[in-house]
């Protein structure tokens, strides 16, 4: 099988595994503090805290946030389905907003669309690793007195006007998880520019104790517990893996785009296929490969999709449906909503093919050549 994704692994992961197991300090502890330092410039922010994924930095967020029963949260439906059970997550009611007709992610437009008067945050996705008009939506929110928080799950490594993803961000939330590009096995993290906010984290994702482990350990102060909290800590054995993943950001980042660009070569002329185009004020980190196949005349909307699908994983091509909507999901489906016909159209003909580091030509080629056939 020609894998989605498939994470890169050297000598190296294994080198800082064992280290980490050799210094008898597996759980939260100083590579978890090292990890943060080396995230921060990465990913544009003054402060990071590793938490255990993404969902839990999302729940966090929202409990920063001030997030709770009677609240509404905007997120789009149109995301992996943690976007929306995070609001669920704090008793908060999720609504729904449309994305765009040319990229997956929501605008000003369609967030103002659902605003509501108990709407006190809003989770804007930067959806495969493309940004969404983060000023734009920041406007709206302030201007609305409620908090931004950016799902930035997928978009390590992509820049929207030349900064990185997280630059002035209020709260910005990343994921390690083996699908995404850099990986610690299971794992998150919360960007932020406000100190407060980061004090917060640190004590939220652990029980609400004011002090670090090691800090405690040593003795020489005893913890309280602040407030009630969570255990969401991420361990050193994973932050010592984040941190050779990171230093290989640059070349992963540069290989996805010429991956990428080779796909839009060989597919730009398929009728009925769409490629992907993010704007020109961004740089895309190619998070996921997506395509939007349309249906043939007479057929429902997904049908061509979901056929291709099916005779692309039978040909031992990995290819995954592209990206959910959490409003036709059993979960969420009797929710109230308004219509979402893009959010609908998306889920039903975004289609993902494979990519990875160590994707070859030849790979390559049998994916669009067997595509080729299906269509
Ligand atoms: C947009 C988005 N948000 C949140 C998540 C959840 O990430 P995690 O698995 O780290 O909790 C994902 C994971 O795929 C995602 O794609």
């Not at 984290?201 to 309280?224: K, N, Y």
């Amino acid at each position: 099988m020609i894998p989605i994704i498939q994470p890169l692994f050297g000598p190296e992961e294994s080198a800082a595994l064992i280290e980490v197991l050799r210094s008898g300090w597996v759980a939260q502890g100083p590579k978890v503090a090292e990890f943060e330092q080396a995230l921060a410039p990465a990913v544009g922010a003054d402060h990071v805290v590793a938490v255990s994924s993404a969902t839990a930095g999302l729940h966090l967020a929202l409990q920063l946030a001030g997030v709770g029963q009677g609240d509404d949260v905007i997120v789009p439906s149109l995301s992996f389905i943690a976007t929306t059970n995070a609001a669920w997550m704090v008793g908060a009611r999720p609504v729904f907003a449309d994305v765009a007709p040319d990229l997956p992610v929501v605008s000003v437009a369609s967030v103002a669309q659902v605003w509501t008067p108990r709407t006190r945050a809003v989770i804007a996705v930067h959806q495969l690793g493309i940004p969404f008009d983060r000023q734009g939506l920041r406007d709206l929110c302030q201007s609305r007195g409620a908090v931004l928080i950016e799902d930035a799950a997928c978009a390590i490594g992509s820049l929207h006007w030349n900064k990185p993803i997280a630059t002035d961000a209020e709260l910005a939330v990343f994921s390690f998880h083996p699908r995404k590009i850099l990986t610690t096995g299971e794992g998150g993290a919360v960007a932020t520019n406000n100190p407060l906010h980061a004090e917060r984290l640190r004590r939220l994702r652990q029980h609400g104790m004011t002090l670090a482990a090691d800090q405690r350990q040593s003795g020489a102060q005893r913890e309280q517990y602040a407030e009630p909290g969570w255990n969401y800590r991420m361990t050193d054995l994973q932050a010592a893996l984040g941190l050779v993943q990171l230093g290989r950001l640059p070349a992963i980042l540069e290989r996805r785009r010429q991956l990428a660009a080779r796909y839009d070569e060989m597919l730009g002329d398929l009728p009925g296929v769409a490629l992907m185009w993010p704007r020109e004020c961004d740089s895309w980190n190619v998070q996921t490969y997506c395509i939007c196949v349309a249906p043939s005349s007479g057929e429902g909307w997904g049908d061509r999709r979901d056929r291709v699908l099916a005779g692309l994983n039978k040909a031992g091509v990995g290819a995954r449906r592209g990206i959910l909507a959490a409003h036709l999901e059993p979960a969420w489906i009797d929710h109230p909503r308004v219509e979402l016909p893009y959010s609908e159209a998306w889920a039903a003909q975004s289609l993902a093919l494979p990519l990875y580091h160590a994707m070859g030509e030849p790979e390559q080629l049998e994916v669009v050549m067997r595509l080729r056939e299906l269509l």
